[in-house]
C-alpha cells in the first residue's frame, strides 16, 4: 500500500487549496481515509475522515466548515478541500489509510498506512 499527498504549497490567508490523496496497492472502496496535520513544535492532530462507504464524515472542530473531505469511487484520489485559510492551518498535511472500519476515524493510532505528507503553509 502506498499514498502519496499532493496540492500543498503557500497561500495567503483567507484563500484556499485543494490536497489530493492518491493510493496504489489497495480499494479505496474498502478503507477509510483520513487527513491528519502536524505544526512545528506540534503533535499531529486528526483533520478529518471518511468512511469506505464515503457515507460517514468527520471533522474535527478546528476545521468543521471550512474544510471539505470528498473521494470519487471511480477515481482514486482522496480530496481535501481547504477554504478561508489561516496562518495557524500551516503544518506538513497527510493523508493515512485503514482497512476494515465503517465509520470515519480522526484516532492516529487505528490507522497503518501514511503518505510523506505535504507541506501546507499559510502566510501573507
Known amino acids: 500500500v502506498k499514498l502519496v499527498e499532493s496540492g500543498g504549497g503557500l497561500v495567503q490567508p483567507g484563500g484556499s487549496m485543494r490536497l489530493s490523496c492518491a493510493a496504489s496497492?489497495?480499494?479505496?472502496?474498502?478503507?477509510?481515509i483520513g487527513w491528519f496535520r502536524q505544526a512545528p513544535g506540534k503533535g499531529r492532530e486528526g483533520v478529518s475522515s471518511?468512511?469506505?462507504?464515503?457515507?460517514?464524515?468527520v471533522y474535527a472542530d478546528s476545521t468543521e466548515g471550512r474544510f471539505t473531505i470528498s473521494k470519487d469511487h471511480a477515481k482514486n484520489p482522496v480530496y481535501l478541500q481547504m477554504d478561508s485559510l489561516k496562518p495557524e492551518d500551516t503544518a506538513v498535511y497527510y493523508c493515512?489509510?485503514?482497512?476494515?472500519?465503517?465509520?470515519?476515524?480522526?484516532?492516529?493510532?487505528?490507522?497503518?498506512?501514511w503518505g510523506p505528507g505535504t507541506q501546507v503553509t499559510v502566510s501573507s
Open positions: 493515512a489509510a485503514v482497512e476494515g472500519f465503517l465509520y470515519g476515524t480522526l484516532r492516529e493510532y487505528e490507522y497503518d498506512n
Open positions: 496497492g489497495l480499494t479505496l472502496d474498502y478503507y477509510v
Open positions: 471518511i468512511s469506505s462507504s464515503g457515507g460517514n464524515i
